[in-house]
């Protein structure tokens, strides 16, 4: 069982930044894709940025490349996504996923995660 806490989300104005943390419970990350989504109110839900765990080679979506960096610190088994210059369209709840890494894989992916944390909600006024 994989136990994922996200947290760090809160309310920032346009241009700020924030970092959000996705912590596993009890256990070094091993072999994993660890991801984040958002989701905001109406809208589906949008695959961000993820990052292997054994190797820290990272994607992102176009949406967010360049603004978001996601990043993994081993020892404190804990994933980050540090989010820069936000716009009010970033606004959404948050969600870090994890799923066992696929050794066919070459780069983890944003489709389908099998462990999902709780959100965190973001807020960016205008």
């Known amino acids: 069982e994989v136990q994922l806490q996200a947290s760090g989300g809160g309310l920032v104005r346009t241009g700020g930044s924030l970092r959000l943390s996705c912590a596993r419970s009890?256990?070094?990350?091993?072999?994993?894709?660890v991801a984040w989504f958002r989701q905001a109110p109406g809208k589906e839900r949008e695959g961000l940025s993820c990052?292997?765990?054994?190797?820290?080679?990272?994607n992102y979506a176009d949406s967010v490349k360049g603004r978001f960096t996601i990043s993994t610190d081993n020892a404190k088994n804990t994933i980050y996504l540090q989010m820069d210059n936000l716009k009010p369209e970033d606004t959404a709840v948050y969600y870090c996923?994890?799923?066992?890494?696929?050794?066919?894989?070459?780069?983890?992916?944003?489709?389908?995660?099998?462990?999902w944390g709780q959100g965190t909600q973001v807020t960016v006024s205008s």
């Open positions: 996923a994890a799923v066992s890494w696929n050794w066919l894989w070459t780069l983890c992916h944003l489709g389908s995660y099998k462990y």
């Open positions: 009890g256990r070094p990350w091993d072999d994993y894709a």
């Open positions: 990052i292997s765990t054994y190797d820290s080679k990272t």
